[in-house]
């Protein structure tokens, strides 16, 4: 072969790898394209509102007539609905999950896991509709009080879908528990019970956590469940039988209506938009942190 | 002249000296075996001559290696052309997961070659010199993978050759074999003798006295002695020889 | 010490039975679910609801503006997000082992996949909407989730990747092949099952989400047959919005109906993921 070929086939290889590495660079520019829009779109609303207002009004009427901006109330109805889910979810995702682990036969777990991933599958709307169509019915059998919009439906519907997310990683989290650990608990005549929360369930700690801050983290993201059976009333509560906005929801009635591009109105869901960001963020980084230190624990 | 010659080699895997100032030459048409204890720096050392090292972390060279005159380390040597003229075969069989044709046939494809006349008749010629045509002519569309051990390695010698090598690099070609293919894959290796130069890697000392022309001793990356075969085996001139070839020490 | 024992047995038991009952309780959730959607949709569904535009009346309207809009947008997100993941997969799995800018690229999908899906819906309604120009078009949303899902598409083909053990790599360059070569010729091929399992869960995962494409403009309600990438647009989750939004009794009845379509579709899709990953796996016992 001519060394004219060569260097041709040389830099064929050269361009393949440079079009396989601008196409990865994607993601760098997609983490800066949504920095940008949220910074950018952001800021003239925060020049026209203060930080202060933002964090204390407890008010949130941005397109009423009497303008408030606090963002308090849909920080209050993300974390409702959140810590509803997580409420439900965690008990109940970790008791499945040291259940598979120390009690179910091999057999029955390797049945039971797909179908309980079913669980995480279901797209959003569809659970939108349970919690509106199926659950807030069968509550209103005990709360006669509550409305048709409240946050305890969309906040317990969520914590279902979010089950597979807390017992699946907590699963595989007290499977990577050495045996020895195992050994040690049941050879001095412990139970399966005080071997899981004595000694395994501390062990898998940082996997555990790992789930559950990322079920946080689902939850607070988590947008159309909650439009759809929350109603879309900003409201500073505690109250679950009453309804509430979160951040998310607000973004999407905003977006259902017509609003003025470039108005205040109009920024507002970017200003949100980046105050979920910011709480997603941090959840996530958290997460990672737990991640690293489960990593160097077993390997 | 030789077929290869090596001279004042060392490598270095980051700070791990890992081959000491080794020099040797390979006249073509032999078949040479290295032998010494693991680590010794054997496969190491037959990995520079297709430079299969390039792709270690941290790998250093110094010296040179000349094939037919040429070094091959040479910044305008093109290593896919020398890979073609210096072939190799595994120690665990690695046949692609495709037939057993297109085995065969896949180092003559990625050079462009299409002519389906040319690789059928390719296919036939290397398997027949590999000694598998017989038991596979009429399954050629049969998955590699389905074949035994013993087969899958000399199908890996049969994608080797039609290719068209002048040498043939073997690291412990059938230490991963039962005795039986061990026994066809040293005939093949006896046959094949008359028209490539063969070099191969082997911890059997039997094999190395059965096969091999010239003996090549390593030990903790120094090449300790060299010669025919038969010497070494019978008379060797250093006592650390004399020690790997009576089962001193492993 | 008995006294102790007899307790600790009971509360392992307890514990036991907890456990099936927690187990079941998701179980059971899910098949109440199912069942409210068949029992009240069953009915709805036949060939006029299937190929009905909208309409104010409940009984008339139909989901096949939906059913087009979701084929659409899949077809296009599988057209932009396949090659963009696979090549994203190769380049971190292939070539970018030891190099900075791997390391940071990688650090970006994992934060990535993180972030809600209504902020894609906010970075497509700045960049795609308005800054490039792409309007509300069935373009916009296939960008925006192509974005969402690519993270899934460049995990399952770096585990794919992974799986081919080295000693193929090794045979491919000893015969004088390049990488390029190499990675064309055995290692994808090698790996198309487990690409191609990523590829249908994160396509089956894009036919499901309304939010960011509710964003970046998809339409709430229209009888417009999309026929181009720039056009209009609704997709069957956000359709299923629109009608939950109501307060007709009917409406209700449609949105079950399209569930049980949705759910169809999803179910499948993942089905086929599961089963190819199942057939995948076992091939590649080397």
């Known amino acids: 072969m001519s060394g004219f070929a060569y260097s041709e086939m040389r830099i064929k290889e050269k361009i393949i790898e440079g079009l396989l590495l601008l196409s990865a660079a994607i993601s760098i520019l997609t983490t800066f394209g949504i920095l940008y829009v949220l910074i950018s779109d952001s800021y003239p609303f925060f020049q026209k509102v203060s930080l202060l207002e933002f964090f204390t009004d407890t008010q949130w009427t941005p397109l009423f007539a009497d303008k408030h901006f606090g963002i308090l109330p849909l920080v209050a109805g993300t974390l409702l609905t959140s810590g509803i889910a997580i409420a439900v979810a965690l008990p109940i995702g970790l008791t499945i999950a040291i259940y598979l682990n120390e009690y179910a036969s091999p057999g029955f777990r390797k049945v039971i896991k797909p179908i309980l991933e079913i669980l995480a599958t279901i797209p959003t709307v569809v659970y939108g509709f349970f919690a509106l169509v199926v659950i807030t019915p069968y509550l209103q059998n005990f709360f006669p009080e509550m409305g048709g919009f409240n946050a305890l439906s969309p906040g317990i519907v969520m914590g279902i879908m979010i089950i597979p997310l807390i017992s699946s990683m907590s699963e595989d989290a007290l499977y990577a528990v050495p045996k020895s650990l195992r050994e040690a608990s049941y050879g001095m005549g412990a139970t399966r019970l005080q071997t899981s929360f004595r000694v395994l369930v501390p062990a898998a700690s940082s996997g555990i956590i790992v789930s559950t801050i990322l079920a946080i983290s689902r939850a607070v993201g988590e947008t159309m469940i909650v439009a759809i059976a929350a109603g879309q009333q900003p409201n500073l509560t505690a109250n679950p039988l009453e309804p509430v906005e979160t951040i998310t929801t607000y973004i999407v009635q905003v977006s259902l209506g017509d609003v003025v591009q470039g108005s205040l109105e109009y920024q507002t869901i970017f200003a949100a938009g980046i105050t979920l960001f910011a709480l997603t963020f941090v959840l996530n980084n958290i997460s990672f942190y737990f991640k690293k230190r489960f990593r160097e624990k077993y390997e | ?250 | 010490m008995s006294k102790r024992n007899s307790i600790n047995r009971i509360n392992d038991q307890v514990f036991k039975w907890f456990g099936i009952a927690c187990t079941i309780f998701g179980l059971a959730m899910l098949a109440i679910f199912l069942y409210s959607v068949l029992s009240e949709g069953i009915p709805r569904l036949d060939w006029q609801f299937l190929t009905s535009l909208p309409s104010r009346k409940p009984e008339n309207a139909g989901i096949f503006v939906g059913i087009v809009g979701s084929l659409w947008i899949m077809g296009l997100t599988a057209l932009i997000a396949i090659p963009l993941g696979v090549a994203s997969g190769i380049y971190l799995e292939e070539y970018g082992k030891k190099n900075m800018i791997a390391s940071f690229i990688e650090i970006n999908i994992t934060n990535l996949a993180g972030v809600p899906s209504i902020i894609y819906g906010l970075l497509a309604l700045e960049i795609f909407v308005r800054v490039l120009g792409f309007g509300k078009s069935l373009l916009t949303g296939s960008l925006t989730l192509s974005l969402l899902v690519l993270p899934i598409i460049i995990v399952a083909t770096r585990e794919s990747l992974k799986a081919v053990p080295n000693t193929i790599r090794e045979a491919s360059y000893a015969l004088g092949a390049t990488k390029w070569q190499t990675i064309l010729y055995q290692i994808l091929p090698a790996s198309a099952g487990g690409i191609m399992t990523g590829v249908i869960l994160a396509l089956s995962r894009a036919v499901g989400e309304s939010a960011p494409l509710i964003v970046s403009g998809a339409l709430i309600y229209t009888s417009v047959i999309p026929s181009h990438p720039m056009d209009d647009f609704s997709v069957l989750p956000i359709q299923i919005f629109n009608w939950l939004s109501r307060p007709q009794k009917g409406f209700i009845v449609n949105a079950t109906a399209a569930i049980i379509v949705l759910l169809g579709i999803t179910f499948i899709m993942n089905g086929i993921a599961i089963y190819l990953r199942n057939r995948w796996q076992k091939k590649i016992k080397w």
């Open chain 2, 1 to 250: 002249m030789e077929k290869i010659s090596a001279n004042n080699v060392q490598v270095y895997y980051g700070s791990n000296h890992v081959i000491k100032d080794v020099s040797l030459n390979i006249e073509p048409n032999t078949v040479t075996a290295f032998i010494g204890p693991s680590g010794c720096g054997k496969s190491t050392f037959l990995r520079l001559l297709n430079r299969m090292n390039d792709y270690i972390e941290g790998f250093r060279k110094e010296g040179d290696i000349f094939l037919d005159g040429k070094n091959i380390y040479d910044k305008k040597i093109r290593v896919e052309e020398l890979r073609k003229e210096v072939g190799m075969v595994f120690q665990k069989p690695n046949p692609f997961p495709k037939t057993i044709y297109e085995n065969v046939v896949y180092g003559l494809r990625i050079q462009g070659i299409k002519n389906k006349k040319v690789l059928d008749e390719t296919v036939e010629t290397s398997l027949k010199k590999a000694a598998l045509w017989e038991e596979v002519k009429d399954q050629l569309t049969k998955s590699a993978l389905a074949l035994s051990g013993g087969q899958q390695q000399r199908l890996c010698i049969a994608r080797t050759l039609a290719v068209q090598p002048s040498v043939i690099l073997m690291d412990e070609p059938a230490s991963a074999l039962d005795p039986i293919s061990t026994a066809k894959i040293e005939e093949l290796i006896y046959d094949l003798k008359k028209n490539y130069t063969i070099i191969i890697v082997t911890h059997n000392m039997q094999q190395a006295g059965r096969v091999s022309d010239k003996t090549a001793f390593f030990y903790i990356g120094e090449l300790i002695e060299y010669g025919s075969t038969k010497q070494v085996f019978t008379n060797p001139e250093k006592e650390l020889t004399q020690n790997y070839i009576t089962g001193r020490f492993g």
